[in-house]
T-cell receptor
Framework: GIQVEQSPPDLILQEGANSTLRCNFS?????LQWFHQNPWGQLINLFY???GTKQNGRLSATTVATERYSLLYISSSQTTDSGVYFC???????????FGSGTQLTVLP | EAGVTQSPTHLIKTRGQQATLRCSPI?????VYWYQQALGLGLQFLLW???????NRGNFPPRFSGRQFPNYSSELNVNALELEDSALYLC??????????FGPGTRLTVL
């Protein structure tokens, strides 16, 4: 099956700093999503981005499908951005998502 | 538009018992997915239901089963509970094309 790798595994920032999270995948994908898992465990949709670039406020994402990676940018980070960020992909005929292991982001005040 | 809902929020069982978890998808979504997030093991795909049929299952034993009802809501049943079944169980729904949307999860604790 497809492999999904996220880096870095842990990231600690001061409030106001910018960050870039990376997701590499081992095969072509027809769906790629970024999620933020809140402290209560719910996965919050950030982006549905199988290719191209999208922006939503301080967050933006870029997927380069031909090179099999996606990047999530967080600008002017806030303490509420803390949590785990997951990349998940859907590949081939599979309809379910395969998740990366996540990036644990901690934003310090 | 209401999101994906799950019940109960928390569930405490003892080894050997059965657990039933419930999920209601977003209106208009026909596919329901179940995932398990156990400590240290990441998010693992469990089951996919679409139009009332089980379409795919992950690498889990048969004591993990479920069904999808005519209104597209779904149940996940876990029989003969083991300690390692303690986890957050997440349900997601999706339309025919597009991304998945997740519910708040059910936290199952097996004592």
């Amino acid at each position: 099956g497809i492999q999904v790798e996220q880096s870095p595994p842990d990231l600690i920032l001061q409030e106001g700093a910018n960050s870039t999270l990376r997701c590499n995948f081992s095969d072509s994908v027809n769906n790629l999503q970024w999620f933020h898992q809140n402290p209560w465990g719910q996965l919050i949709n950030l982006f549905y981005i199988p290719s191209g670039t999208k922006q939503n406020g301080r967050l933006s994402a870029t997927t380069v499908a031909t090179e099999r990676y996606s990047l999530l940018y967080i600008s002017s980070s806030q303490t509420t951005d803390s949590g785990v960020y997951f990349c998940a992909v859907r590949s081939g005929s599979a309809r379910q998502l395969t998740f990366g292991s996540g990036t644990q982001l901690t934003v310090l005040p | 538009e209401a999101g994906v809902t799950q019940s109960p929020t928390h569930l405490i069982k003892t080894r050997g018992q059965q657990a039933t978890l419930r999920c209601s998808p977003i209106s208009g979504h026909t596919s329901v997915y179940w995932y398990q997030q156990a400590l240290g093991l990441g998010l693992q795909f469990l089951l996919w239901y679409d139009e009332g049929e089980e379409r795919n299952r992950g690498n889990f034993p048969p004591r993990f089963s479920g069904r999808q009802f005519p209104n597209y809501s779904s149940e996940l049943n876990v029989n003969a509970l083991e300690l390692e079944d303690s986890a957050l169980y997440l349900c997601a729904s999706s339309p025919t094309a597009g991304g998945e949307f997740f519910g708040p999860g059910t936290r199952l604790t097996v004592l």
